[in-house]
């Protein structure tokens, strides 16, 4: 039957992959199984095999599809510039549409919600219940280690959305802070330092009511009208900003490849570092291994940043894996795979231990979530904004005493 919908591969896409193997190595699937199917060249051979009439979109082909993390690697790596993470997107669409199931689409729905706050409020609402009676012990194993990897949540989930915070200082711009879904209530901290940090590097913050959930998961799903619709709420929600900044790797990703003016926010904290509109801070005695999310190293290129961060903090940066292997949170993957997913994180979970040391920084939330559920008690993980934004109101409190170093929240001039 071929293609049936208009977010298919294109022949285009396909034909720029010459079959070289380069990706092999670093593809965390193809790692874990030596199969090339799992491939990035497998897959891509499957695609063009479905668009050529050779095959059909079937269980196989949902097997394999449905079995790629989308960390991207591959994309990094390819010297023919393979658009892979937009090829896959388009191959799970199809999947979506010729091999509909009642788990699909409930599935669907579900992430339908991330864009509700009320839902995402009442399901922060539940995570932090099931939290207070560890409700872990009877859980499925996937979900439990879901609640494991997650912070420690509010019975009042609080937001920054409609917030509306003026520069510090002399203004430069006007950054649209990008909320999210669930970052918004299980990583209010990560936002409150962002926040925190923009103001003080001369941007006034808002963060528009109108804006949604960034569609990435739907859009990985191969719910492609569901994440259409996501990204043309949040084109009009951030249509008066300057800069859209993003504390998520993943929706950040998802953003840009969109064509939204976004950019990270490690990005422009170093930038106001190198700048000296933010402070290099006096050591901290502590090492801080880092994690590079897939969708922050192999997607958006970003690597020197967050550690010019972390320095800047007064960290000594320990790094845990030079070749930015996944660590298998994936998005959803770690709930619809649990095998692989876990795998992959008891491996990354072991390149932090290798390094010894106790605080870890990651820009991502998923991955922060992997890695805490892998690690257990002992360590922190946090994301690098956090680690400087706390330096900076230590620094501060030690140089004025008398004085009170405040945070920002939602309304806070």
């Not at 009320?118 to 012990?137: F, M, P």
Request: hydrophobic letters at 45%; glycine letters at 10%.
């Amino acid at each position: 039957m071929g293609w049936v919908t208009p977010h298919a591969p294109t022949r285009a896409e396909l034909d720029a992959c010459v079959q070289c193997g380069l990706c092999l190595p670093y593809c965390p699937t193809f790692r874990l199984t030596g199969d090339e199917t799992a491939s990035p060249r497998g897959r891509l051979t499957a695609m063009a095999a479905v668009q050529d009439g050779v095959a059909t979109v079937d269980g196989v082909f949902e097997e394999m599809m449905g079995f790629c993390l989308q960390c991207r690697a591959c994309e990094a790596v390819c010297p023919s510039l393979v658009p892979f993470g937009r090829a896959m997107e388009g191959a799970r669409a199809e999947v979506a549409a010729q091999r509909p199931t009642v788990g699909r689409r409930l599935r669907h729905a579900g992430l339908g919600l991330l864009g509700n706050r009320v839902a995402v409020k009442l399901a922060t609402l539940g995570a932090a219940v099931a939290q207070r009676v560890h409700a872990e012990r009877w859980l499925p194993r996937p979900v439990a280690r879901g609640l494991a990897g997650l912070r420690r949540l509010p019975l009042r989930p609080a937001t920054v959305v409609g917030g509306d915070w003026p520069a510090a200082g002399a203004q430069v711009g006007v950054a649209g802070l990008f909320a999210g879904c669930v970052m918004d209530p299980w990583f209010l901290d990560v936002h409150v330092a962002t926040i925190e940090l923009l103001r003080l590097a001369g941007y006034r913050v808002v963060a528009p009511v109108a804006q949604t959930c960034c569609g990435a998961l739907a859009a990985h799903d191969g719910a492609a009208a569901q994440a259409a619709g996501f990204a043309l709420r949040n084109a009009g929600a951030f249509a008066g900003c300057d800069v859209v900044v993003t504390d998520s790797a993943g929706c950040g990703a998802h953003l840009k490849d969109l064509g939204l003016p976004a950019v990270d926010v490690t990005e422009v904290v170093a930038a106001a570092i190198a700048a000296g509109r933010l402070p290099t801070l006096p050591p901290q005695q502590e090492a801080a291994a880092i994690q590079d999310p897939c969708h922050l190293r192999h997607a958006q290129r970003i690597t020197t940043q967050p550690r010019a961060v972390l320095q800047a903090a007064g960290y000594d940066v320990t790094e845990t894996d030079p070749a930015g292997l996944c660590c298998g949170a994936a998005g959803i993957y770690s709930l619809l795979r649990p095998a692989p997913s876990a795998e992959l994180g008891a491996r990354k979970a072991a390149q932090v231990v290798a390094t010894g040391a106790r605080i870890v920084a990651s820009a991502n939330p998923g991955c922060e979530m992997q890695l805490r559920s892998h690690l257990g008690a002992g360590y922190r993980v946090a994301h690098p904004v956090e680690l400087y934004a706390e330096a900076r109101r230590r620094a501060a409190a030690v140089a004025n005493p008398d004085s009170t170093v405040g945070r920002a929240g939602k309304g806070e001039g």
